[in-house]
């Protein structure tokens, strides 16, 4: 029974991640995302770690898409003011970036060895999915990609604030 449910939240997840690159209407594709994240929560309640579900429902299903559906309609892409780009060197162009992009970033990936960060202190069994060793992991070992992270959506959100306005 087990295994039905793990396949079937992952079928579903698959399927609404490919939805979120498929769908033209970016409205379309911020709902797939929603059902992508919580078929994800999903599977981490199969993983017997509820709080990682509950954080994967609040956080990600619940804030950030509502701040994501916030900046889609403060752009407002349902207007006819919204015209399609006509550069369709980009579409080669992106792609291409890209690749070269991870293939400078891939030794640096492999270097990364994740076995051997260090550990918590309290590494046993029923403490590894704790609150409080992730707080401590987070907090400690991973506080700059943390903050970075923070400052990044705050430099997108003035960004499309800046945009919107430069329209009106």
Do not use: W
Request: with cysteine; charged share 10%.
């Amino acid at each position: 029974m087990e295994a039905l449910v793990f396949y079937t939240l992952g079928a579903i997840a698959l399927g609404a991640a490919v939805a979120v690159v498929a769908f033209r209407k970016v409205f379309y594709s911020a709902l797939s995302l929603i059902l992508c994240l919580t078929s994800v929560a999903g599977l981490y309640l199969l993983l017997e770690a509820p709080f990682m579900a509950a954080v994967q429902v609040i956080v990600y299903a619940g804030a950030i898409m509502v701040l994501f559906l916030f900046v889609i309609m403060l752009l407002d892409p349902f207007s006819g003011g919204v015209h399609p780009d006509k550069r369709k060197y980009l579409r080669v162009l992106g792609p291409a970036l890209g690749s070269i992009m991870l293939l400078l970033l891939f030794p640096m990936l492999q270097a990364y060895d994740l076995a051997m960060a260090p550990r918590s202190p309290d590494a046993s069994p029923e403490a590894v999915g704790s609150v409080e060793n992730l707080a401590m992991v987070l907090f400690d070992q991973y506080l700059l990609p943390f903050e970075v992270t923070s400052v990044l959506i705050l430099v997108a959100i003035i960004g499309v604030v800046v945009l919107a306005k430069r329209r009106t």
